[in-house]
């Protein structure tokens, strides 16, 4: 991605710790972001996802004493490790959404005051965390805005209708919000990226409209179209957001996916996915 709409965050808050998880991979990039938040003078924190089931990196979120976890969405990169988090660290709250709970609630812990932003798209469960310590705030965006690529809409759990609106939500939250994601690096801007992707998608709506106008009568077809580079391991993530554009659009061709990656056969909340890392102008 380029452009000052996914401009890195220069530094991280000083109440912030990035654990990042050793799941790097072609579709994780460098791994699950396991973030611990913390105020000055407090002992305890809040842990966002926990990440995959590897024993050290549980320990070393166990060891920060978390008094909260906060999960983003059920898709195991994110939460395979939560019961033994929760082995390691029988004392910490946790907040698990489900799809349509909780939006607008304030919880505290740890000295900070979080507040549930509902912003499915992604996943129907998808959540953001809008976190404040004293006059600083910042938002945790799981797999809805990353730090470099884009996500996938996950039909048929995902919605693209869905999606947009969550987007627009987020760009609505003001500037300079800095943005603390699932994958990838921390951002500068909330508003702005949520604002490149939503003119992203957009773009492939229209992509997507002139492929049919043109005679695309299948899936495949549609992919050839809209995204004729794509690299084979991604294949079977765009291959679900391009059904996912086609149901918002109104386009009823059978609704499950042929091709054989992990995402085409498993329940939605039982995948094992993380999205594709692709540049804005191929994905």
């Known amino acids: 991605m380029t ?18 998880a050793p799941n790097p991979g072609p579709m994780t990039l460098t791994g699950t972001n396991s973030w611990v938040l913390r105020a000055p003078g407090h002992d305890t924190c809040v842990v966002v996802d926990p990440g995959p089931a590897d024993e050290a990196h549980l320990a070393a979120l166990a060891a920060q004493q978390p008094q909260l976890t906060l999960i983003t969405h059920d898709h195991p990169d994110h939460v395979e490790g939560l019961d033994r988090f929760r082995e390691l660290a029988p004392t ?6 489900s799809a349509g709970a909780a939006d607008g609630e304030t919880l505290r812990a740890a000295g900070l005051t979080v507040e549930i ?6 996943t129907t469960e998808s959540t953001c965390y809008l976190v404040s310590c004293g006059d600083e705030r910042l938002i945790l965006t799981g797999d809805t805005v990353l730090g470099a690529g884009t996500t ?57 409209r002139a492929a049919l106008a043109d005679g695309a009568g299948d899936v495949d077809a549609v992919l050839a179209r809209v995204y004729p580079d794509i690299a084979p391991d ?36 039982e995948r094992e996915h993380n999205p594709p890392f692709e540049p804005l102008d191929r994905t």
């Open 3 to 20: 452009g000052s709409a996914t401009t890195p965050l220069a530094d991280l808050p000083g109440w912030v710790r990035l654990f990042r």
């Open 92 to 97: 910490t709250r946790l907040h698990r959404p």
């Open 117 to 122: 932003v509902a912003t499915p798209g992604h």
């Open 152 to 208: 996938v809409v996950m039909w048929p759990d995902g919605d693209l209708g869905a999606y947009l609106a969550s987007l627009e939500r987020l760009r609505d939250l003001g500037a300079g919000l800095p943005v603390l994601p699932g994958h990838g690096p921390a951002l500068a801007d909330c508003a702005a990226a949520a604002g490149f992707y939503l003119a992203h998608r957009r773009a492939r709506l229209d992509q997507v």
């Open 234 to 269: 991604v294949r079977p993530a765009a291959e679900l957001t391009v059904r996912a554009q086609l149901a918002h659009l109104g386009v009823g061709w059978p609704d499950r996916p042929r091709s054989g990656g992990p995402a085409s056969h498993q329940p939605a909340r």
